[in-house]
C-alpha cells in the first residue's frame, strides 16, 4: 500500500464520537486530513464534511469503503454494527479503526481479524486510552518495581443516564448496557497490566429491556494479583484506577481512561504527583499510532494487537455469560 502524505481519513457514521475524532485529527495530527465522511443520511454527512472541510460526502457506508483516494477508516457506528461495517471496508481494501467494543461476540472478532490476514489490511480496535501518555507513564512505572508485586487493581466507570429503552445505552438491538459502553475501559486496564484471569465471577443488575444497568466483576490471576471492577449506568463514580503493589500504589486520577494524571506513592516516601499530556479530547494518540502503523506497512499494532481484542472479547462474553446478557443478533 503506498501511502500519501497526508494520510487520507474516512469517518464511518457522523455522532458525537466521530466529532471529537474528527477535531483531534484535523487539530493535532499533522499529516493527516478528513477527506471523506459517510452517513445513511447525505445531508448529515454534508453537514459533518463540511466543518472538516471533508473532499467527499456520502449517503451510504458503502459509497464511503469503495471511494479510491481514502486511505484509512475510522469505524464510529454503534457496536451492533461494527462487524459488519468493517467487513465491508475490509473487503474493499481500506485499513480500518473500528470504535471498541470490537464486535458483538468472539466469532464475530475472529471474522473481522480472518479478513484482515486474507487481505493482508491494517485493523486495529479504537482503545485510545492505550496510547494515551499516562498509561505509558503508569507501565513505565510498573516496569520499574518502584511499587513491588502488584497485588490488587481496582477501576470503576459509572454516570447517570436516564433510562430509555430506545436508546443506545439501553436497547439490546443497538448493543446496549454499562459493560460494553463503558465496562470495558476498567477491564481494558485490568486485561493491560494485569493479562489475562484464571478466574473471573460477575454480577449485574439488569434493566426492563434486559440489558446491564450496573456489572460488578472480581478477577484473579495467576500472579496472586486480584481486581475488582465495576460501571454503571445508574450513578457518578469515581471513575478511577488504583494499582496498588507491595511497595507502593499508583493512582490514575478521574477519569483515569482519559486522565491528564497520576499520583505515586512508595509506601515511606511522601507521595509523588505526575501530570501528563492529553491533547484536545485524547483521540490523537490513537490516530497516529494507526498512521505509524500504516508508513511502516503493519497490518496490527504491536502495541494494541489484534490477539489482544480477541482475549477482550472473550472476557466480555464470559461476563455476558454470567449475567444472562444475550444482545438479539445473537438469537
Same mark, same amino acid.
Given at each position: 500500500?503506498n501511502?500519501p502524505?497526508?494520510?487520507?481519513?474516512?469517518?464511518?457514521?457522523?455522532?458525537?464520537?466521530?466529532?471529537?475524532?474528527?477535531?483531534?485529527?484535523?487539530?493535532?495530527?499533522?499529516?493527516?486530513?478528513?477527506?471523506?465522511?459517510?452517513?445513511?443520511?447525505?445531508?448529515?454527512?454534508?453537514?459533518?464534511?463540511?466543518?472538516?472541510?471533508?473532499?467527499?460526502?456520502?449517503?451510504?457506508?458503502?459509497?464511503?469503503?469503495?471511494?479510491?483516494?481514502?486511505?484509512v477508516?475510522?469505524?464510529?457506528?454503534?457496536?451492533?454494527?461494527?462487524?459488519?461495517?468493517?467487513?465491508?471496508?475490509?473487503?474493499?481494501?481500506?485499513?480500518?479503526?473500528?470504535?471498541?467494543?470490537?464486535?458483538?461476540?468472539?466469532?464475530?472478532?475472529?471474522?473481522?481479524?480472518?479478513?484482515?490476514?486474507?487481505?493482508?489490511? @491494517?485493523?486495529?480496535e =479504537?482503545?485510545? %486510552?492505550?496510547?494515551?501518555?499516562? *498509561?505509558?507513564? &503508569?507501565?513505565?512505572? +510498573?516496569?520499574?518495581?518502584?511499587?513491588?508485586?502488584?497485588?490488587?487493581?481496582?477501576a470503576?466507570?459509572?454516570?447517570?443516564?436516564?433510562?430509555?429503552?430506545?436508546?443506545?445505552?439501553?436497547?439490546p438491538?443497538?448493543?446496549?448496557?454499562?459493560?460494553?459502553?463503558?465496562?470495558?475501559?476498567?477491564?481494558?486496564?485490568?486485561?493491560?497490566?494485569?493479562?489475562?484471569p484464571?478466574?473471573?465471577?460477575?454480577?449485574a443488575?439488569?434493566?426492563?429491556?434486559?440489558?446491564?444497568?450496573?456489572?460488578?466483576?472480581?478477577?484473579?490471576?495467576?500472579?496472586?494479583?486480584?481486581?475488582?471492577? @465495576?460501571?454503571?449506568? =445508574?450513578?457518578? %463514580?469515581?471513575?478511577?484506577?488504583? *494499582?496498588y503493589? &507491595?511497595?507502593?500504589? +499508583?493512582?490514575?486520577?478521574?477519569?483515569?481512561?482519559?486522565?491528564?494524571?497520576?499520583?505515586?506513592?512508595?509506601?515511606?516516601?511522601?507521595?509523588?504527583?505526575?501530570?501528563?499530556?492529553?491533547?484536545?479530547?485524547?483521540?490523537?494518540?490513537?490516530?497516529?499510532?494507526?498512521?505509524?502503523?500504516?508508513?511502516?506497512?503493519?497490518?496490527e499494532?504491536?502495541?494494541?494487537?489484534?490477539?489482544?481484542?480477541l482475549?477482550?472479547?472473550?472476557?466480555?462474553c464470559?461476563?455476558?455469560e454470567?449475567?444472562?446478557?444475550v444482545?438479539?443478533?445473537?438469537?
Open positions: 500500500m501511502i502524505n497526508p494520510i487520507r481519513w474516512g469517518i464511518l457514521a457522523c455522532g458525537k464520537i466521530a466529532e471529537k475524532f474528527a477535531d483531534d485529527l484535523v487539530a493535532h495530527v499533522p499529516d493527516a486530513v478528513v477527506y471523506a465522511v459517510a452517513s445513511r443520511e447525505l445531508s448529515k454527512a454534508q453537514t459533518f464534511g463540511q466543518k472538516y472541510n471533508a473532499t467527499k460526502a456520502f449517503g451510504s457506508y458503502q459509497e464511503l469503503a469503495d471511494c479510491a483516494e481514502v486511505d477508516i475510522y469505524i464510529a457506528s454503534p457496536h451492533a454494527q461494527h462487524h459488519e461495517n468493517t467487513l465491508m471496508c475490509l473487503n474493499a481494501g481500506k485499513a480500518v479503526l473500528c470504535e471498541k467494543a470490537f464486535a458483538i461476540n468472539t466469532t464475530m472478532v475472529q471474522e473481522m481479524i480472518a479478513k484482515s490476514k486474507e487481505k493482508n489490511v @491494517f485493523l486495529m =479504537a482503545i485510545w %486510552t492505550r496510547f494515551h501518555p499516562s *498509561i505509558a507513564k &503508569t507501565l513505565e512505572i +510498573i516496569q520499574s518495581g518502584d511499587i513491588g508485586h502488584i497485588i490488587h487493581l481496582a470503576d466507570f459509572g454516570f447517570k443516564a436516564d433510562y430509555d429503552e430506545n436508546s443506545r445505552l439501553f436497547n438491538a443497538l448493543t446496549g448496557g454499562s459493560l460494553y459502553d463503558i465496562g470495558i475501559y476498567p477491564l481494558f486496564i485490568s486485561k493491560l497490566i494485569l493479562g489475562n484464571k478466574e473471573i465471577k460477575a454480577v443488575s439488569m434493566t426492563p429491556s434486559g440489558v446491564d444497568m450496573n456489572t460488578s466483576m472480581a478477577l484473579n490471576y495467576e500472579s496472586g494479583a486480584t481486581a475488582s471492577l @465495576f460501571s454503571t449506568f =445508574a450513578t457518578k %463514580t469515581d471513575t478511577t484506577c488504583t *494499582i503493589g &507491595t511497595k507502593g500504589k +499508583i493512582y490514575l486520577h478521574e477519569r483515569f481512561h482519559e486522565t491528564k494524571g497520576l499520583t505515586l506513592e512508595i509506601y515511606g516516601q511522601e507521595p509523588q504527583v505526575f501530570t501528563t499530556e492529553r491533547l484536545g479530547w485524547g483521540y490523537s494518540y490513537e490516530a497516529q499510532e494507526v498512521q505509524r502503523c500504516l508508513k511502516l506497512g503493519k497490518t499494532s504491536d502495541k494494541l494487537p489484534l490477539q489482544f481484542s482475549e477482550l472479547m472473550e472476557l466480555l464470559e461476563i455476558r454470567q449475567i444472562g446478557l444482545y438479539p443478533q445473537e438469537v
